[in-house]
């Protein structure tokens, strides 16, 4: 029994020792690494495409974003239209304020549907063209777009700046 007994000290002494040396790692002072970094934190530039008016033809705005949109969330800024700083350049917008919320179906990979909360007799092929060269603006946006109740659809080509 003497023998168990000592045996088991002897582990726990062993188990003691290496517990208080650690698995190797020694204490260090304070390595410096030079100066921190200083500066603007550079993020990646997020823009969001409208198509307001000028003269009675459509312009290209972008606006910074800080957050991603959805299709639906951009065409509603085209409802609420341009801000203050756009309309002292002039810019304004032919889509009226009771055509939004502006839903975004999308019928097959190259077709999508929009579908204003206005009956589509009360938007201007001007509006219409806002809402389509707005939506195909969009980085993979479809080939073809058209708006439910207005009986339209723009090429989106047709739109200036767009390729």
């Known amino acids: 029994m003497r023998a168990g007994l000592s045996r088991s000290v002897l582990a726990a002494g062993l188990v003691s020792l290496v517990a208080v040396t650690g698995c190797g790692v020694r204490p260090s002072d304070a390595i410096s690494a030079g100066r921190p970094p200083s500066g603007g934190v ?3 530039a997020m823009k969001v495409t409208l198509y307001l008016v000028k003269n009675g033809r459509l312009s290209v705005v972008t606006r910074p974003r800080m957050r991603p949109m959805f299709l639906t ?6 409802v609420e239209g341009p801000t203050a700083e756009e309309r002292a350049r002039d810019l304004t917008t032919d889509v009226p304020s009771g055509a939004g919320p502006i839903a975004a179906t999308v019928k097959s990979s190259d077709h999508l549907v929009l579908n204003p909360s206005t009956p589509g007799s009360e938007l201007s092929p001007l509006a219409v063209r806002q809402i389509v060269c707005t ?3 969009l980085p993979g946006s479809p080939a073809k777009i058209s708006v439910v109740g207005a009986g339209q659809s723009v090429d989106p080509s047709d739109c200036p700046g767009r390729r």
């Open 42 to 44: 550079a993020a990646p």
């Open 73 to 78: 969330d951009i065409l509603g800024l085209l």
């Open 135 to 137: 939506a195909a603006a």
